[in-house]
C-alpha cells in the first residue's frame, strides 16, 4: 500500500478514523530523540539491519519480517506520492543502509500488516550520491498513528550515530522518511537499523470505570552501484525525479 507523502491523503484518514472509533481515549504519540529513553518507553523491541540487502539498485517495494511477528512493508514512493521508485542500499557490505534511487524519493514504512508496532525509530540521515554519508543534511520524519494523531519532526544536522524514534499509545501505521533537498544540491534519505517495539495496552474504557467504580467504594476520589564492494564512482544514483 503506497501513501502520499502527504499524510491526510482520504485513504490514511479513513483507515485512522475507522481503527479510532474503537477508542474512547485519544492516543498519545511520543518523539525520542534518546535511544535509551526510547527502549524505555516499548517493549519486546526487533531491528531491521537491513544488512541481507546485497543488490545495488533495488525493487520499489519490499516485505521485511524482522522476527516476532513484526512483518511490514517499506516502499520507496516518488516525491508526490504518485508511483513507487527505487530502492539503494548504500553504506557498506559490513553495514547496509536503505536508501533511494532518486534524491527527491520517499522511504515509506506501511505496518498495517501488524498489530505490534506501537514504536518505531532507528538511524536517519542524508548520502550523497555514492552512498557516502553526507553531514550537514535535513531528514523529515512523518509518523501517523490508528487514531489519526501525527507527527512531523525535521532533524537537522541527521547523523548515522543519533537515533530517532516515535511511541504511541496507539498502533502506528504508517512511518516516513525523506531528505530536505540543500539549496543548490542533493542528498538522499538512508534508514539503518530500524527498531520497531510494542508497548502496554492502554486499559478500555470499561475496565477503567470498574476502576473508579471500586475505589469510589473504598471512599478513594478519582540506483547506483553494481555492487557496495567496488567503487563507489562506478554507478551513481540518480540525482531526481
Known sequence: MKLRNSFFSLQALALAALLGSASAAHAEMTFYSSQ???????SAPVVDRFDD??????PGSLYREPGAGYGYVVNALKFDGSDYSSFYNAGSDADVWLSTDQATDVISFDFNYTDKVYGVGG???GTDALGAFQP???IKLNALDADGVEQVVFIENAQPGTFYGFASTSQIRYFEISAVQPTGGLTWVAANDLVLGTVAAVPEPSSG????????LLGCGAARRSTKAKPRAENPRNPQN
Do not use: H, N
Open 209 to 216: 470505570a470498574l476502576l473508579l467504580g471500586g475505589l469510589g
Open 53 to 58: 540487502l546485497f543488490w545495488a539498485q533495488g
Open 36 to 42: 535509551a529513553s526510547f527502549q524505555a518507553a516499548i
Open 123 to 125: 538511524f536517519f540521515f
Open 136 to 138: 550537514g543534511q535535513s
